[in-house]
C-alpha cells in the first residue's frame, strides 16, 4: 500500500496542463478502486468507499431514493470553474460508477496535475443516482420509472434530487455517465462501440447552439485522446431529441453536456478493461475543459467519429448444417442477475437464421461440418447442440450454454 502510493506520488510531474496520458494509465493500478470489481456492486459498497473519501472531497447525503437508500454528491477542487458528472440514472449501467471512483482515487494523488485541476475546478458527482435500481440490478427506479425520462414531472425522487443539485450549482460543464447496448457496434470496423459521445439535442431541430457546441468540440478532443487506444471502437449516439431526459435540458440550460455510453469489449463482461478506458476519457474531458483544448476542435472533427450501428451478435455460428437448411445462426443473450449471489446468466436467444455474411459477432464459431441438432427456433431460447465433424462442441438448454 505504501509503495504504491510512493511510486504514485512521483507521477504527473510535467506540465500539469499537459499531462502525460500514457503515464497515467502506466500508474492506473495505483488508484483505480480495487474494490469494485464487477458490474453488480451493492450501493451499500458504493456507500463505503464515499465514507472513506477525505478532505479535499466533500460528502453531502442529498436525498433519498423510493426504497430510502442514501443519494450522495461529493465535491472536490475550489476552482471557478464548475463541472458535474452524475452516473448509473440506470441501475444497470455501472461503467460510470466505477469509472468516478477511479478518478476519485487519480484526483487524491498529491501531484502537479491535480494540485492544478483543483485551483482551477470545482467537479461535482452524484456517482449513484439510483441505488434501487443498482440494488436490483434494473434500469428502472423502484416505481419501474426510466429517471432518464423524468426530467419534466420529476415523479421519482431520484429525478428531483439531480434536478435540483443542478439548479442548485449551474454547472458550466456536464458528464451524463451510462452504459449502451453490448451490440451497438461500428458498421465499418464490425466492432463493438466500446465508448460512444453525444453532445445531446436541446431542441426538435438539433440546433448547434453554443452548449451544444461546446460539447461536441470536448468530445472531440476525448475522441482524439483515445483513438489510438480503441481503434474502431469509438462511436457517435443517435442526436433525437428527447425532451424529457436530463441530457437534453441540462443541454437547453446552457450547461454543455456530454453524454458517455459505455458498450462492449471482446472479453470482458465485467467492463474493467472498459472502466479504465472511460476514466481515461473523464479525466482527458476534464483536462480539455480546464485547459480549453477543446476551442482547438470543430464540429467537422465531432462529426468524423462514426455512427454506432448494430452489426453484431453475441454469437454466430457459421454455416451450419440444420434439419432443413445449410445455414448461419445468429444468438443473443440477456443477463440475469441471481438475486443472492449476484452472479449474471446469460440466455441465449436465436435472433436470425439465414446468410448472416454482414455480421460479425463477439465469439464466432466456425468449422469442418458444422451441424445443428435440437431445436432451432427463430425468436426461442436456444435449445440445441452444436457438434464438428460428430462431435460436441457445446450447446444450450433453455437459453444456458454448457
Ligand atoms: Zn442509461
Request: hydrophobic share 40%; glycine share 6%.
Amino acid at each position: 500500500m505504501r509503495r504504491s502510493k510512493k511510486s504514485a506520488h512521483l507521477c504527473f510531474k510535467a506540465n500539469p496542463m499537459h499531462p502525460n496520458y500514457s503515464e497515467i494509465l502506466e500508474q492506473y493500478p495505483t488508484f483505480k478502486n480495487s474494490e469494485l470489481k464487477n458490474r453488480t456492486f451493492l450501493p451499500s459498497q458504493i456507500e463505503r468507499a464515499i465514507k472513506k473519501l477525505k478532505p479535499p472531497f466533500k460528502v453531502n447525503l442529498i436525498g433519498q431514493s423510493v426504497e430510502n437508500r442514501n443519494i450522495y454528491s461529493i465535491t472536490w477542487g475550489t476552482g471557478p470553474l464548475k463541472i458535474f458528472a452524475w452516473s448509473q440514472m440506470h441501475g444497470d449501467e455501472a461503467t460510470g460508477t466505477m469509472a468516478l471512483f477511479d478518478l476519485f482515487g487519480f484526483l487524491s494523488i498529491e501531484s502537479d496535475a491535480s494540485n492544478w485541476l483543483k485551483n482551477n475546478l470545482e467537479l461535482h458527482f452524484i456517482p449513484m443516482v439510483n441505488p434501487d435500481g443498482a440494488h436490483y440490478f434494473t434500469r428502472r427506479n423502484a416505481q419501474q420509472i426510466d429517471i432518464n425520462r423524468d426530467f419534466l414531472q420529476c415523479l421519482s425522487p431520484e429525478a428531483k434530487i439531480l434536478k435540483e443539485y443542478f439548479n442548485k450549482i449551474k454547472p458550466a460543464f456536464g458528464f451524463n455517465l451510462h452504459d449502451q447496448d453490448t451490440l451497438w457496434g461500428i458498421r465499418e470496423s464490425k466492432l463493438p462501440a466500446t465508448l460512444s459521445f453525444l453532445a445531446p439535442a436541446y431542441n426538435k431541430q438539433l440546433e448547434k447552439g453554443l452548449s451544444r457546441f461546446t460539447a461536441m468540440q470536448v468530445i472531440a478532443d476525448i475522441h482524439q485522446k483515445l483513438a489510438s487506444l480503441l481503434p474502431g471502437q469509438i462511436g457517435l449516439f443517435d442526436d433525437e431529441y428527447e425532451p424529457r431526459a436530463f441530457g437534453d435540458n441540462f443541454q437547453a440550460g446552457g450547461c454543455a453536456t456530454i453524454l458517455i455510453e459505455a458498450g462492449g469489449f471482446p472479453n470482458d463482461d465485467e467492463k474493467q478493461e472498459i472502466r479504465k478506458l472511460y476514466f481515461y476519457a473523464l479525466l482527458s474531458g476534464i483536462f480539455s475543459i480546464c485547459t480549453k483544448n477543446y476551442l482547438n476542435f470543430n464540429e467537422a472533427d465531432y462529426l468524423s467519429i462514426p455512427l454506432n450501428t448494430k452489426p453484431l451478435f453475441h454469437l454466430l455460428i457459421k454455416d451450419a448444417t440444420m434439419p432443413m437448411v445449410k445455414a448461419s445462426i445468429g444468438l443473443n443473450y440477456q443477463e440475469i442477475i441471481d438475486p443472492i449471489s449476484r452472479q449474471i446468466s446469460k440466455l441465449y436467444s436465436v435472433e436470425d437464421i439465414g446468410d448472416l455474411s454482414p455480421w460479425a459477432a463477439y465469439r464466432e464459431v466456425q468449422g469442418k461440418q458444422l451441424s445443428v441438432i435440437g431445436n432451432i427456433k427463430f425468436g426461442n431460447l436456444a435449445n440445441f447442440d452444436v457438434l464438428e465433424e460428430g462431435q460436441l462442441l457445446f450447446g444450450f438448454r433453455d437459453g444456458i450454454i454448457y
